[in-house]
């Protein structure tokens, strides 16, 4: 097999990348390991920003996200049992974010991918990259009991932090940055009307917690727990009774609960990997970079290396602008450590770090006070939740 471009993993960044340059006539067949069902069945973010927003509407995947998605032009913080709104559309300009959970962008970009007759291969098993310092990178694996060899122009690593894409990079030929945090998120989604219109992000001294939705009658809650703890242990009763604990008092009154649909529990790290190419290879998304899910930017900042790649392509097949190549890495890794600054900074004041009354928890209580009291406070945190602008590729 021969493409231009062949991309390696079909999540949301792998799709839309495709969905994208299939639009401009680029030729690229997207290589997953799993099965289209089980990327369907991850349940992850549901927090978009306007440019990823834009970039879906330009991909034409925009109709049910228009119809069925939430926008939101504000948020909540709430600690001390009080509750301090972020209004996001009057503090930047009119900005605003889209609720619209990732597993619906993957369904509409896989069906949309199909309905354009593109070239998806599910279930490809030992995918390996070779050669991709050359001027002919290639894939093989295997596909319903074949050996294949796909040749192609450049590579999209588009499969994750655990994929293969990072791994074929020489180890002496990038820089990691990792930091790991003591705790995780245990998340529920379950069929019941959410607490509030908005997301209401909560500090209590027993731990963080998140209100969010994926729709008008389906909600997603997260609380913060340790890194050994087990879902088996959380029962629908127990989660139910520990998240009232943690909201404040009129929000854990309005509280409507029901039985779980789905339990799971993330670690939270931020990892960023530098450069984030190498030779034809490019790194999108988890492949080369991780936040803590407290800011909203994972599936954000890979629609934003999506952006980057998409347009670089498109210089390279249609004006021969080669010479941009060497700009990736630069110019999405100066979008990327601002992102991972603020969802650092989010974790970092919203997460009980200790057992105990400490400084730490009180400077915590000083920063929000200070940053909901203050106008530049509430617009800082506004700016860096809507999303900086995409930089262009001159």
Same mark, same amino acid.
């Given at each position: 097999?021969?493409?231009?471009?062949?991309?390696?993993?079909?999540?949301?960044?792998?799709?839309?990348?495709?969905?994208?340059?299939?639009?401009?006539?680029?030729?690229?067949?997207?290589?997953?390991?799993?099965?289209?069902?089980?990327?369907?069945?991850?349940?992850?973010?549901?927090?978009?920003?306007?440019?990823?927003?834009?970039?879906?509407?330009?991909?034409?995947?925009?109709?049910?996200?228009?119809r069925?998605?939430?926008?939101?032009? &504000?948020f909540?913080?709430?600690f001390?049992?009080? !509750?301090?709104?972020? +209004?996001? #559309?009057?503090? /930047?300009g009119?900005? @605003? %974010?889209?609720?619209?959970?990732?597993?619906?962008?993957?369904?509409?970009l896989?069906?949309?991918?199909?309905?354009?007759?593109?070239?998806?291969?599910?279930?490809?098993?030992?995918?390996?990259?070779?050669?991709?310092?050359?001027?002919?990178?290639y894939?093989?694996?295997?596909?319903?009991?074949?050996?294949?060899?796909?040749?192609?122009?450049?590579?999209? &690593?588009?499969?994750?932090?655990?994929?293969?894409? !990072?791994?074929a990079? +020489?180890? #002496?030929?990038? /820089?990691?940055?990792? @930091? %790991?945090?003591?705790?995780?998120?245990?998340?529920?989604?379950?069929?019941?009307?959410?607490?509030?219109?908005?997301?209401?992000?909560?500090?209590?001294?027993?731990?963080?917690?998140?209100?969010?939705?994926?729709?008008?009658?389906?909600?997603?809650?997260?609380?913060?727990?340790?890194?050994?703890?087990?879902?088996?242990?959380?029962?629908?009763?127990?989660?139910?009774?520990?998240?009232?604990?943690?909201?404040?008092?009129?929000?854990?009154?309005?509280?409507?609960?029901?039985?779980?649909?789905?339990k799971?529990?993330?670690?939270?790290?931020?990892?960023?990997?530098?450069?984030?190419?190498?030779?034809?290879?490019?790194?999108?998304?988890?492949?080369?970079?991780?936040?803590?899910?407290?800011?909203?930017?994972?599936?954000?900042?890979?629609?934003?290396?999506?952006?980057?790649l998409?347009?670089?392509?498109?210089?390279?097949?249609?004006?021969?602008?080669?010479?941009?190549?060497?700009?990736?890495?630069?110019?999405?890794?100066?979008?990327?450590?601002?992102?991972?600054?603020?969802?650092?900074?989010m974790?970092?004041?919203?997460?009980?770090?200790?057992?105990?009354?400490?400084?730490?928890?009180?400077?915590?209580?000083?920063?929000?006070?200070?940053?909901?009291?203050?106008?530049?406070?509430?617009?800082?945190?506004?700016?860096?939740?809507?999303?900086?602008?995409?930089?262009?590729?001159?």
């Amino acid at each position: 097999m021969k493409t231009q471009v062949a991309i390696i993993g079909a999540g949301p960044s792998g799709l839309l990348l495709g969905q994208l340059l299939h639009h401009q006539g680029i030729d690229n067949v997207i290589v997953e390991r799993r099965s289209g069902e089980y990327v369907l069945s991850r349940i992850r973010a549901g927090v978009l920003e306007q440019g990823m927003v834009d970039l879906l509407r330009e991909a034409g995947v925009d109709q049910r996200m228009d119809r069925e998605g939430l926008p939101h032009d &504000g948020f909540e913080l709430a600690f001390d049992n009080r !509750r301090v709104r972020v +209004p996001l #559309d009057k503090l /930047t300009g009119g900005s @605003k %974010v889209m609720v619209y959970g990732q597993t619906e962008v993957t369904r509409d970009l896989m069906e949309a991918r199909e309905a354009a007759g593109a070239t998806t291969l599910y279930e490809a098993e030992n995918v390996q990259p070779f050669d991709l310092d050359s001027d002919s990178p290639y894939l093989t694996f295997e596909h319903n009991g074949e050996n294949v060899r796909l040749d192609c122009d450049y590579i999209a &690593g588009c499969d994750g932090y655990h994929g293969v894409s !990072r791994q074929a990079i +020489p180890q #002496d030929r990038i /820089t990691e940055f990792e @930091k %790991v945090y003591p705790f995780g998120w245990l998340g529920m989604l379950s069929d019941t009307p959410p607490v509030s219109d908005e997301l209401i992000y909560a500090r209590h001294e027993r731990g963080f917690s998140l209100c969010s939705m994926r729709s008008a009658t389906r909600s997603r809650y997260y609380l913060q727990v340790p890194l050994d703890e087990k879902v088996e242990d959380w029962s629908d009763e127990r989660f139910w009774e520990e998240l009232k604990r943690r909201l404040p008092d009129e929000v854990a009154e309005k509280l409507v609960t029901g039985p779980s649909i789905e339990k799971s529990i993330a670690p939270l790290r931020s990892f960023v990997v530098e450069p984030m190419q190498y030779g034809k290879l490019f790194l999108v998304g988890d492949a080369a970079h991780i936040v803590p899910p407290t800011g909203a930017k994972g599936l954000n900042l890979a629609a934003s290396d999506v952006n980057t790649l998409y347009r670089l392509m498109v210089k390279v097949y249609q004006e021969g602008r080669t010479d941009l190549i060497e700009r990736y890495s630069q110019t999405c890794l100066k979008r990327i450590w601002k992102a991972e600054r603020f969802s650092w900074w989010m974790t970092s004041m919203l997460h009980n770090f200790s057992d105990e009354e400490d400084f730490n928890s009180r400077m915590q209580l000083a920063e929000l006070d200070y940053v909901t009291s203050s106008e530049a406070g509430l617009t800082t945190i506004a700016e860096n939740y809507v999303g900086l602008p995409y930089e262009l590729l001159e």
